[in-house]
């Protein structure tokens, strides 16, 4: 296959490097812009730097770390801890002809650009002064080691490495190499590569400012770009001539697919501990690497009897992350990050959710902080007040992201501000503001139990290895949580257009659907919108895309998709589309929901979708993140271990009129929720000409006027 298709294509000239002078400022440049959409102005400050796979990038990377990433990081304990700014990070990055070292900067109110840049000094300041630790190397390196074998778990992953190292090293074999250079990394390289590319050197220092805050800039402009003396390098182009290959087939012919692959799930065992906590498990050897979820009952569902404190499962996971009683939150960091390891919290549906990432000879160390974690946390004030104040503020960043605004607006139509479904996960501002300290401890008295808790892990470790590590949930109380499925989604008896203003916005956020009556099921009715709803808008080549992005050129994706779980599935249509296409990207929406409800796919779309689907999900229990989800699905809506066979042979045997009948059972274009996100004087015109009733929302997506 190579050779016929590349082997008839003549050698072009050989292709030399370009060749581009270092770059070095001997002074800051400022400059600055108004963003029009934002709601917190923003602080970046730019380093220019060297390119990948030279000397001192691993010495960046680590020195990016100990300045501005983690709780550990410098930033983060001098502005972000201290409550004087919201976010505060470092970052290098290294590209093929240049790098740059990147500092941002985000304050609370109260502070100006002009103060994150003193505080930023001052903190380079206090970098001079420690230097570098044992620990900043320590976990640096585990963190690196711990990245590379985790970027070697899936096909795709290998495939990139192989091919990025020889396209820009020429050894494609570079992994132990490269490692080799990160952990021969010393104190004298970072500190080196600190006074070579970043203490007292010069930089881009961009203020990012809100509409009417104009006087946050940390410094007046002092730069303008001047391209008139610019020469422009030899890309080697000059000169080159096209020659076209001579074949003897027709490339605008796709070659065919082979076989599809026959999909199997990887085996797995079950076990209930005497804790009532249940186990599911896969043992991988592949890489030594282990991928552990520990879920406890509860999560949103416990906030549905008391949605004034919406948000308090998300803002709990916060606060478990911060100090224990034996360990700070950023000694807590450095532990985890020796190892190589990571433990993050999250709030779900009906859990909080342990999720754990381990080398295999770090496994029992990382345990006994999770341990720490679960069995052992500190609330403080101090944490709360951040954690809550961070909280707060990053409802105004949502508040300049019309798709952001979408979202919440739209799960608040489908489901109703009375249904925790409609709610965000965060909560709002109110709600937030009703929670207290006394609240979260609370939560964890009355909601953290072993009944009902489930473990999933993936990796290089047996069941005998694994269970004597979890002993510690027979530490946990035993009691019983009881949980309130939600009410179901808000039936939509007429189609009408919800409108949310943002003005001046260059795009408009569709949001059209609804929530149905399915929950997930592999392989019944959900499954099979699953399938009808692939050619419609469930893949890049989908009819929708295809139409509203290659044709039309209106968006950069659009899609429809289902969406469920065991209490709710909504079924939608989402997209960012050009402000002034909005009418006729709507009509040209409709008109294809229409005809897909009455006629369902063609027998090309439904050939290729079942070759599409089969053929990903040879691609779907790779690494240790895909066969957890995997087999958390069995253990969550206890299904038999088939049941990919049974979804094979549903793929296999499925027919045009029962795709057909599908689409017309769930697509209702007469019965859906329409909602715009947008410029609303732009778009409006247009839309009062499609017949529509036309209901606006504020930012909320409460009600604000009826047309």
Not at 356 to 361: D, E, R, Y
Not at 421 to 439: C, M, P, R, W, Y
Not at 497 to 504: A, F, H, S
Not at 512 to 518: A, D, K, M, N, Q
Request: aromatic share 8%; net charge positive; hydrophobic share 35%.
């Amino acid at each position: 296959m190579v050779e016929k298709y590349f082997d008839a294509i003549p050698r072009c000239p050989a292709v030399q490097p370009v060749k581009v002078d270092p770059v070095s400022l001997t002074a800051n440049r400022y400059a600055s812009y108004t963003d029009n959409y934002a709601k917190l102005p923003m602080l970046v400050i730019d380093y220019p730097t060297v390119p990948d796979y030279t000397k001192d990038v691993p010495a960046l990377d680590c020195l990016a770390e100990i300045l501005g990433q983690g709780k550990n990081s410098i930033l983060y304990q001098n502005l972000v801890k201290k409550q004087l700014a919201l976010q505060a990070s470092a970052s290098s990055q290294a590209s093929e002809l240049a790098g740059e070292f990147t500092i941002r900067l985000v304050p609370l109110p109260g502070k100006t650009l002009a103060d994150m840049e003193q505080l930023y000094m001052a903190s380079l300041d206090s970098l001079e002064k420690r230097g570098v630790t044992d620990d900043d190397l320590q976990k640096f390196k585990g963190g690196i080691e711990s990245g590379f074998i985790t970027s070697l778990q899936s096909v795709s992953g290998k495939v990139s490495q192989l091919a990025e190292f020889q396209t820009y090293t020429g050894n494609p074999n570079k992994t132990a190499e490269l490692l080799k250079e990160y952990t021969s990394l010393t104190k004298a390289d970072v500190m080196n590569a600190f006074h070579k590319y970043i203490k007292g050197k010069g930089a881009v220092v961009l203020s990012v400012l809100t509409k009417g805050q104009e006087q946050l800039i940390a410094h007046a402009d002092n730069y303008k770009i001047d391209s008139t003396h610019y020469n422009k390098p030899n890309y080697g182009y000059a000169g080159l001539k096209y020659t076209k290959a001579v074949d003897n087939f027709n490339r605008q012919t796709a070659p065919p697919l082979g076989a599809t692959p026959v999909t199997k799930a990887p085996p797995f065992y079950k076990k209930e501990l005497p804790s009532g906590a249940k186990i599911i498990g896969v043992q991988n050897t592949e890489v030594p690497l282990i991928t552990l979820n520990l879920t406890v009952p509860g999560g949103r569902l416990l906030e549905s009897g008391d949605l004034s404190k919406a948000g308090i499962t998300s803002l709990f996971a916060t606060m478990m992350q911060e100090d224990t009683k034996n360990y700070t939150a950023e000694k807590f960091g450095i532990e985890l990050q020796k190892l190589g390891s990571s433990i993050r919290v999250s709030g779900d549906i009906d859990g909080i959710v342990f999720s754990v990432q381990s080398l295999k000879n770090n496994f029992s160390k990382t345990m006994a902080l999770l341990q720490e974690r679960l069995l052992n946390p500190l609330f403080t004030e101090a944490a709360f007040s951040r954690d809550k104040k961070q909280t707060l503020e990053s409802f105004k960043l949502q508040k300049s992201q019309p798709a952001s605004i979408a979202t919440a607006a739209f799960a608040k139509l489908n489901y109703g501000a009375t249904n925790v479904l409609g709610n965000q996960a965060t909560g709002s501002e109110q709600t937030v503001k009703n929670i207290t300290l006394a609240d979260i401890q609370a939560y964890y008295n009355n909601n953290i139990t072993a009944n009902g808790a489930k473990v999933v892990v993936v990796g290089d470790i047996t069941e005998a290895e694994l269970l004597p590590q979890l002993g510690f949930l027979n530490k946990l109380p035993k009691k019983a949580i009881t949980l309130t499925a939600p009410a179901p989604a808000i039936a939509v008896t007429k189609t009408k257009i919800y409108l949310i203003d943002v003005p001046k916005a260059a795009q408009t956020e569709f949001r059209v659907g609804y929530g149905t009556s399915l929950k997930y099921d592999p392989t019944g009715d959900y499954y099979k919108l699953y399938l009808a709803n692939y050619p419609l808008g469930g893949d890049f080549t989908s009819r929708v895309n295809t139409y509203l992005r290659e044709t039309k050129g209106w968006t950069y994706g659009a899609s429809t998709r289902v969406s469920g779980d065991k209490y709710s599935t909504d079924y939608y249509f989402s997209s960012g589309i050009r402000a002034n296409a909005t009418d006729s990207a709507l009509v040209s929406l409709m008109k294809e929901l229409t005809d897909y409800s009455q006629n369902g796919p063609t027998a090309a779309e439904i050939a290729n979708m079942k070759k599409a689907i089969s053929q990903g999900d040879a691609l779907r229990y790779e690494t240790g993140a895909q066969k957890a989800r995997f087999v958390a699905r069995i253990l969550d809506y206890n299904l038999p271990a088939n049941y990919v066979d049974t979804q094979n042979q549903l793929i296999a045997t499925i027919t045009a009129a029962q795709l057909k009948a599908t689409a017309n059972t769930w697509l209702k274009p007469g019965q859906i929720n329409i909602l715009l996100v947008g410029d609303k004087a732009a778009i409006l015109p247009g839309l009062q000409k499609l017949g529509y009733d036309i209901i606006e929302l504020n930012t909320e997506g409460d009600p604000v006027s009826i047309q």
